[in-house]
């Protein structure tokens, strides 16, 4: 049985909002395909250890921040979107973007990470 987008973007939010460790790679390694790519703007990350570069980049940069879902899951096929906002747990967004993901075999196999231009 296929997981609900739902679920999967769920999963992969929490595991961006998670510590390092094992339970972290774990989730990774039953939410993401061995080959999964991960595009931000300034770098591209691949399979799992990729993944968890790019997580570590993210917390480094913004630290006890937390992604939180900010509008409905669109899907045409195996691609979907949503938006995004990135700041500490219940306070003022720091950052909001979008992420364009594929799932195929009921893994994320393409993440794009589009982050909103600040406001002038």
């Known amino acids: 049985m296929t997981k609900p987008i739902a679920h999967i973007v769920a999963e992969h939010l929490a595991i961006w909002n ?49 992604l939180e879902l900010n509008s409905p899951i669109q899907t045409a096929q195996d691609l979907s979107t949503y938006t ?7 306070g003022a967004p720091v950052a909001t973007g979008r992420d364009v993901i594929t799932v195929q075999d009921g893994v994320v196999k393409t993440v794009y990470v589009l982050i909103d231009a600040p406001e002038q």
């Open 84 to 90: 995004w906002t990135l700041g500490p747990s219940g």
């Open 18 to 66: 998670s510590p390092a460790g094992e339970e972290r790679s774990r989730s990774i390694a039953s939410t993401y395909a061995d080959d999964v790519l991960v595009a931000e703007a300034d770098a591209v990350y691949h399979g799992p250890e990729g993944a968890e570069k790019a997580i570590d980049a993210l917390q480094a940069a913004v630290p006890g921040m937390r």
